[in-house]
């Protein structure tokens, strides 16, 4: 196993194991109705089902080259990507939650630190934990949008 997408209940120290694979799955963030979370992995992102299956591409156009920092606009309709394949730096780019063509938000390259992720008090956390062959241990976190 190399990924291992789990929720985190704060309040109860609990958690639950979504979906593991061999595969390098990063940064969850929920999804607005808080039923997926959207993942990246190899350049692209992907939606997970929380209540079972296996990861479904998004149609990211031509952003192959998505990086982690990725988040979700406040209404949940808006997925902001960082990616370079169009100028190969960083460039923020916006597309709507059912995937499609992203618009280029961002002039100035490299542009970097977006800050879509927002934890609502007393919610659940998404966490994938990357596991090295020396066991060592990686976790990036998505917090559940408040709203």
Not at 107 to 120: D, E, I, Q, Y
Request: glycine residues 10%.
């Amino acid at each position: 196993m190399r990924s291992s997408v789990e929720i985190y209940f704060p309040e109860t120290g609990e958690s639950r194991v979504v979906w593991q694979t061999d595969r390098l799955f990063e940064a969850p963030n929920f999804t607005a109705d808080g039923k997926s979370l959207i993942l990246n992995a190899d350049g692209l992102l992907y939606r997970l089902p929380l209540d079972g299956g296996e990861p479904v591409e998004i149609d990211t156009g031509l952003a192959r080259s998505c990086n982690n920092d990725h988040g979700l606009s406040p209404d949940g309709a808006t997925i902001v990507i960082s990616d370079k394949t169009e100028y190969g730096a960083s460039t923020i780019y916006t597309l709507p939650i059912g995937g499609g063509t992203p618009r280029q938000v961002t002039k100035n390259l490299p542009s970097t630190g977006m800050a879509g992720r927002r934890m609502a008090a007393g919610s659940p956390i998404a966490a994938s934990a990357t596991m090295s062959s020396i066991s060592t241990r990686s976790t990036s976190k998505a917090e559940r949008r408040s709203g």
